[in-house]
């Protein structure tokens, strides 16, 4: 085969995997900070697809237009969540949190199916068949765009981290809970922004999705362990990490497609996993505990 | 009276930690609690700061009534809090550790003022505003744990062992500090198995034991009686 294809194949996996990279940065935030890992994760992502699919067949919005509104509804969303229902189990050992949103996750699954039915669908943008000729690469259009728009939204949430009162504020709560007590920090209500930033991001991730897959009801659980993975190659609670993770799980899962067959490719997702689990178990960009 | 606190009881699951803990403390003094290890000084000082809620009794502050307030109001209050072990923000910056300060709404408008400030009392703070908390030895992690207490303007400051792991030179060079602020017109709660210098330094003391207030006085009284010497000074 022709180096050319394995190249436009791997950037191709570049770009979902930027996307990715963006839906495991939410469960990734939400873990560093909260200390609960989303098991609503994919879940809430579907929402988020439908939310834009019915927008865009409705209205016939962009999914791109739309996502400000959407990451904005899963903020709310998401903060509510944690405020009415994490909150009290915020105590609680490992377990009951595990069950609490396994239930929110089914709850949903079920809510989709309820409301939609069963079958997949999709959106199809009048520019989802373009695509950009740079020499011998070949680029989708749809998948650029959303990658970009992904590395947007993930700059942002680097930004507001770094510099904004609020943003150093969530930081601090991860690094000394006990010290952000004492020097007087709101701790639950910055838990509840941070939920809400994480469920903002991986609301945003839907929107791109949409455009790269069909949505279905039962793809929830499939991105909820797909995100957990890509954290853990990453390193948990690492930024940077849920993005290189991404990254990385984009371009395995498209080489795989093209060297072996499609369906191999989360044979080679889960390879990888192991990979970094035998020979870095803190993650690539993670901190030893 | 800055702080009152009356008949309070605490407990952590059936354990009982404090047990009808009443106190005074008036305001621009220096009242010290002093007690063993395990006696419920930290338990005092976390539920007085909101941290720990207590089953019965009341703590009112400048009049007001704050029992079973959250944290942050009773910082905003004006009861600010150097907490056992720092509790310094390991990963984040000198400076920005003095920025989560300053997040209580009393203090925001000022915390530019107030961070200078601190770099005067704390040059050491200001010459490594930019390093990582956690890479900070341990007396400049107290100095730092102190000048994060002050960027919150607190009227009340409680010290818990702040003297705690520290070379001899660094806890006469806290002790300065605690007395300084004092005279600048600080409220002070200090809580120490460092007994006598405690003593010497407070106005006024309290002595605790197994979760009971079991002796209270001035804080020369309280060097100079026998039970205290015997138990505490091992005199």
């Known amino acids: 085969m022709p180096i050319e294809l394995y190249l436009n194949v791997a950037l191709g996996g570049v770009l979902t995997g930027l996307v990715y990279g963006l839906m495991a940065l939410g469960l990734s935030v939400i873990f560093g900070v909260v200390r609960v890992v989303n098991f609503a994760h994919g879940e809430m992502m579907t929402l988020a697809m439908y939310a834009a699919v019915m927008l865009f067949v409705y209205f016939k919005l962009d999914p791109l237009l739309l996502m400000l509104p959407i990451m904005a509804t899963l903020f709310l969303f998401g903060y509510a969540m944690q405020t009415a229902v994490i909150n009290p189990f915020i105590t609680r050992p490992e377990h009951s949190q595990f069950i609490l949103l396994v239930a929110i996750a089914i709850i949903m699954i079920n809510g989709l199916l309820m409301f939609f039915g069963p079958n997949a669908r999709n959106v199809l943008v009048d520019y989802a068949y373009d695509s950009y000729q740079i020499g011998p690469i070949l680029l989708d259009k749809v998948r650029v765009i959303a990658a970009l728009a992904a590395l947007a939204v993930a700059a942002a949430l680097f930004a507001f981290f770094r510099y904004a009162p609020t943003g150093k504020a969530i930081r601090a709560c991860a690094d000394n809970n006990r010290g952000a007590l004492v020097v007087g920090l709101n701790v639950k209500r910055l838990y509840a922004l941070t939920f809400g930033l994480g469920s903002a991001c991986v609301g945003a991730a839907g929107c791109m999705m949409v455009l790269l897959v069909d949505v279905t009801p039962m793809l929830g659980p499939t991105y909820t362990l797909l995100a957990f993975v890509i954290v853990i190659v990453g390193g948990l609670g690492s930024m940077g990490g849920a993005l290189l993770g991404g990254l990385l799980v984009g371009v395995s899962e498209a080489l795989a497609g093209l060297v072996l067959t499609p369906s191999a490719k989360s044979m080679v997702t889960f390879a990888l996993l192991i990979l970094v689990l035998l020979l870095r178990p803190q993650g690539l960009l993670g901190r030893k505990a | ?235």
Not at chain 2, 146 to 162: A, S, T, V, Y
């Open chain 2, 1 to 235: 009276m800055s702080l009152v606190v009356e008949r309070l009881d605490l407990y952590y699951g059936d354990a009982q930690a404090l047990s009808e803990v009443s106190l005074e403390v008036g305001a621009r003094r220096i009242v010290a609690i002093v007690g063993a290890n395990g006696a419920g000084k930290s338990s005092l000082i976390r539920t007085i700061a909101g941290i720990e809620k207590p089953r019965s009794g009341s703590i009112r502050f400048k009049g007001q009534d704050i029992t079973g307030l959250e944290s942050y109001r009773i910082c905003d209050l004006g009861i600010g809090q150097v907490a056992e072990g720092r509790q310094v923000f390991p990963s984040m910056s000198v400076q920005e550790n003095l920025e989560m300060g300053a997040m209580i709404p009393r203090a925001r408008a000022k915390a530019r003022a107030t961070m200078s400030r601190v770099y005067e009392l704390f040059p050491r703070l200001a010459e490594r505003r930019g390093q990582a908390a956690g890479t900070l030895s341990g007396g400049e992690q107290q100095m730092l744990a102190i000048g994060r207490c002050l960027m919150g303007q607190p009227e009340l400051i409680m010290f818990d062992e702040p003297s705690l792991g520290l070379a001899p030179a660094l806890v006469q060079e806290v002790f300065r500090t605690i007395r300084l602020l004092h005279e600048a017109g600080h409220t002070v709660v200090l809580v120490e198995q460092n007994v006598a210098v405690s003593l010497k330094l407070a106005d006024d003391a309290y002595v605790l034991e197994n979760g009971r207030i079991v002796m209270s006085g001035r804080g020369e009284e309280l060097l100079h009686d026998d039970r205290v010497r015997q138990a505490y000074l091992g005199l």
